[in-house]
């Protein structure tokens, strides 16, 4: 079984939809913004949405580059 979970920032938190070979198997909103992520702990992938130009930061000039 793989399981794959897809989180992006939301106000205060987090939301997350996982599937679970392949298929929708649920969603949630994480609060407060600083966790550990750890009722993941078993996902194969975790992919977080992080996006860039917020701001001069180095991560924002690396991603550009790839």
């Given amino acids: 079984m793989k399981k794959v979970v897809?989180?992006?920032g939301t106000k205060g938190g987090w939301?997350?939809?996982w599937l679970?070979?392949?298929r929708?198997?649920?969603d949630q909103v994480i609060e407060p913004i600083e966790t550990?992520?750890?009722q993941f702990s078993d996902v194969q992938v975790i992919?977080?949405?992080?996006?860039?130009g917020?701001?001069?930061?180095?991560?924002?000039?690396a991603a550009r580059h790839t």
């Fill in 36 to 38: 550990d992520f750890e």
């Fill in 6 to 8: 897809g989180i992006d």
């Fill in 54 to 61: 917020f701001g001069p930061r180095q991560a924002d000039t």
């Fill in 24 to 26: 929708f198997a649920g």
């Fill in 20 to 22: 679970v070979d392949g």
């Fill in 47 to 52: 992919a977080i949405d992080v996006p860039i």
């Fill in 15 to 17: 939301v997350a939809v």
